[in-house]
């Protein structure tokens, strides 16, 4: 089975501060993405990377920032934490997809509240 | 940019009764998926249906899709207590790089 961990499931941060959220998958999937989930939101895609040191923007990377040195690990970087960052952030990892599509799968996600 | 919208937000029911979920979107796809996340946790996927198919099954869960009216369905028949969930659809939106955008979901509650 794919096993995706997050580093943390709970974090509290304080504004101002610089937060990194990591997340490792062990099956070798080139693609990673990061999400926040928020009430009446639902998921909303911060930044995606397809290979090791590329990442495209998702929809709201304002404020965040990613890094991949290494195809297992991807990082979610927020510069300097905000109270309007306070949410669940989930970690997600799939295969290369092409136009058949490929799950992706999940972290247990991180609560992370900024004070 | 929300592509799938589920109907309904929200559902009770019975054990031992069926829940259908919708799902609307609006630009053409590849494919669909559906996840389900129990509380405070993460999501978890459930099923693949391809442009190209009509209905799919795993189990107890059955997926149509309607491409020409762009929606799919998902039916839990038989429900449990253990099906409380939200229950999320996700499309790749007609692109290859495995991109999903996810609707908001419905929750599920299958009361014992």
């Known amino acids: 089975d794919v096993k995706v961990t997050q580093s943390s499931r709970y974090l509290v941060k304080r504004t101002g501060e610089k937060v990194f959220l990591e997340c490792v998958q062990d099956?070798?999937?080139?693609?990673m993405f990061w999400y926040r989930q928020d009430p009446g939101l639902g998921l909303r895609l911060i930044y995606f990377?397809?290979?090791?040191?590329?990442?495209e923007k998702g929809d709201i990377p304002e404020g965040y920032s990613v890094s991949r040195e290494k195809k297992e690990r991807f990082s979610l970087i927020l510069e300097s934490a905000s109270t309007n960052q306070t949410s669940m952030y989930l970690c997600?990892?799939?295969?290369?997809?092409?136009?058949?599509?490929?799950?992706?799968?999940f972290g247990d996600g991180t609560r992370l509240s900024i004070l | 940019s929300q592509q799938g919208e589920e109907d309904p937000q929200a559902l009770s029911i019975q054990e031992g009764e069926n829940a259908t979920m919708n799902c609307s979107y609006k630009?053409?796809?590849?494919?669909l998926q559906w996840y389900r996340q129990n509380s405070g946790r993460g999501l978890v996927h459930l099923i693949l249906?391809?442009?190209?198919?009509r209905e799919k099954h795993s189990g107890r869960l059955r997926v149509t899709l309607d491409t020409s009216k762009k929606s799919s369905s998902l039916l839990i028949t038989a429900s449990r207590a253990a099906d409380t969930a939200s229950y999320f659809c996700?499309?790749?939106?007609?692109?290859?790089?495995?991109?999903?955008?996810f609707g908001q979901g419905t929750t599920l509650q299958v009361k014992p």
């Open positions: 997600a990892s799939s295969l290369t997809a092409g136009h058949r599509g490929q799950p992706q799968h």
């Open positions: 990377s397809y290979d090791v040191k590329m990442k």
């Open positions: 249906i391809r442009s190209n198919e």
């Open positions: 099956m070798d999937h080139e693609n």
């Open positions: 630009t053409s796809i590849n494919n």
């Open positions: 996700a499309t790749d939106a007609y692109s290859n790089t495995g991109k999903l955008i």
